[in-house]
Structures are given as structure tokens and as C-alpha cells.
């Protein structure tokens, strides 16, 4: 190939000075794509990391009527004691969740002071002995037609309406990412089209002095890959920050949010990957460009 890392270097930069909007615009269009494949890459990740912490814990939730009698209370109770499929249940009084909304709520006056606790329906909080969604589905169903019981809600079910949030936003930010990296391809490919033929004439007099087809494609190529490259690296300050939004999602009441974020290893690697996927862009739309419009 016998080309020089230095003639390399004074190749891009004639390059780029040639047209830095160009430059500059394609090297945006690729950061932005990547920002967005990665965005949705990251949720993923941290809606993972938030679902695998509650697996060991999966519990269901019997709520009482407020105005349910002291026997089906008790007539509850008994059936928990006597399920072998339970591990331990919790009963929280009137008292207590009325204690519990006001902590939730505690921000919120005017929520606060429309319920009182005698309209607080007290519950039992259940952990059954196998945490899979499949089973305490089928414990909850066997409490929910009982006497005195106003609704059984499962964290399963919850843990499910926050899956199909997940996929909802992996989705739309996969198919903007997708439509962003087909704009970044046609970008470089015009890129490269354009640099081309602004020096069509240099390409013709390296020609006939005996330079090799590698010669004249390395710099073109290595425009096309350093773009993808850069756009990739840039990807981790908004990444990180996307990260950082997520875990401030955590609120009163919603713990499933509570530090709601991607390890720091899947972080890692979701970047190195948008890098790598950078770099294939370019070298994909600048060989495709080389192939049809450098007749080498």
C-alpha cells in the first residue's frame, strides 16, 4: 500500500477544510442516530436491572373493602396462613395506610386532605414461596371473589405495564435510530461522492504518475470511517446523561423506579458497541461510494 500515516493525515485535513459543513453536518446525523439506538438500548437495560431486583420479591396485594368486617378480615388471614404456597404475608390496618398515602402524598396538600382514614381500605401485602409471574397470578385469582375484598393487585402486573412501556420506547427509539442511520449513510455516501469529484482532477494526476488503486481509496475511506468513528465516540456524555435522567425517575410510591439505570459495565458496552456500529457506517457508505464513483 506503502502510504504514510502523515500523507494520511494531510489527506483528511485538505479534506475536511475542503468542505467542513459537509463534513460537520454528516458527522451530526451519525451522533444523533447512534444517541437514539443507544437511548433505547439503555432503557432496556435499566428497566432489566429494575425488574431482576423485584424477582426475589414478587409480591400481591389483597385490598379490603374500608367498611369489610373484623370475620372477613380474619376469614382472609386464615387462608394466607393456611396456603403452604405462601411465604409470609403483612396486614396493614386502616392506621397505617392512611400513614402510608400521606408519606406518598406528602407533597400534595390538596390529595392529602380529600381521604380520611376511615376511607382507607387496609390490605394484606403477600410474598408468595415462588416469585414466577405465572403462579402468583394463579394465588391472586383465589382471592379476589372473596367476601370483603375490594381488588387483588399483582407487582407482576405492574412489572408487565412497565415491560410494554419499555418496548413501546425501545421501538420508536430503534425505528428513529434506523431512519437517522440510513440519512447518515446517504450522508457519507454523498460525502464521499462529493470529494470525489471536487478532486477528480488530483485522482487523474496520481493515476498517471503509478499510484496504486489503495492509495487514492485510503484517504476517501478513512473520511468516511472517522466520521462514524467520532459520531460513535461522542455518543457517551448524552448517553450518560440519558442514564442519569432514568434514575431520577424514581418517585413517591413507585418503587419499581427507584434507581432506575443501567450498569455501568452495560453502559460500557452499549457505547463501544454505537462506536463500532459508527465505524461500520462509515466504511460501509464510503466503499459503496468508492466502488460506483472511483473507477480505479
Not at 2 to 24: A, D, K, Q, T, V
Not at 63 to 87: G, R, V, W, Y
Not at 115 to 141: C, H, K
Not at 253 to 261: H, I, R, S
Request: aromatic fraction near 10%; hydrophobic fraction near 50%.
Amino acid at each position: 500500500m506503502n502510504f504514510r500515516i502523515g500523507n494520511l493525515g494531510r489527506e483528511l485535513s485538505y479534506s475536511i477544510r475542503r468542505s467542513p459543513s459537509l463534513f460537520i453536518g454528516t458527522l451530526v446525523t451519525i451522533l444523533i442516530s447512534l444517541t437514539f439506538l443507544g437511548g433505547g438500548l439503555v432503557v432496556r437495560e435499566a428497566v432489566n436491572q429494575a425488574t431482576e431486583r423485584w424477582q426475589d420479591d414478587v409480591e400481591f396485594i389483597v385490598f379490603m373493602n374500608p367498611e369489610a368486617s373484623p370475620a372477613e378480615i380474619n376469614a382472609i388471614s386464615s387462608k394466607l396462613d393456611a396456603n403452604p404456597e405462601i411465604e409470609r404475608h403483612n396486614y396493614v390496618n386502616k392506621e397505617a395506610a392512611f400513614e402510608e398515602f400521606q408519606n406518598i402524598f406528602r407533597d400534595s396538600e390538596q390529595i392529602r386532605d380529600i381521604v380520611s382514614a376511615e376511607e382507607m381500605p387496609p390490605s394484606f401485602r403477600i410474598v408468595p414461596q415462588n416469585p414466577d409471574s405465572e403462579v402468583v397470578e394463579e394465588l391472586a385469582d383465589q382471592f379476589r371473589a372473596d367476601p370483603g375484598v375490594f381488588e387483588v393487585v399483582a407487582a407482576v402486573d405492574t412489572i408487565r405495564q412497565i415491560e410494554n412501556v419499555t418496548n413501546s420506547i425501545n421501538w420508536v427509539f430503534t425505528v428513529v435510530g434506523l431512519l437517522l442511520l440510513v440519512s447518515a449513510l446517504l450522508l457519507v455516501y454523498n460525502t464521499i461522492r462529493t470529494t470525489i469529484f471536487a478532486r477528480r482532477r488530483e485522482v487523474e494526476v496520481m493515476r498517471l504518475v503509478g499510484a496504486s488503486n489503495w492509495y487514492i481509496r485510503v484517504p476517501f475511506m478513512a473520511e468516511g470511517v472517522l466520521q462514524g468513528l467520532l459520531g460513535g465516540l461522542l455518543t457517551l456524555p448524552f448517553l450518560w446523561r440519558w442514564n442519569t435522567f432514568l434514575s431520577r425517575l424514581g418517585g413517591d410510591g413507585l418503587a419499581l423506579f427507584d434507581n432506575l439505570e443501567a450498569p455501568r459495565a452495560d453502559m460500557m458496552l452499549i457505547w463501544l458497541g454505537m462506536t463500532a456500529l459508527g465505524v461500520l457506517i462509515g466504511a460501509i457508505a464510503s466503499t459503496v461510494a468508492l466502488s460506483r464513483f472511483l473507477d480505479v
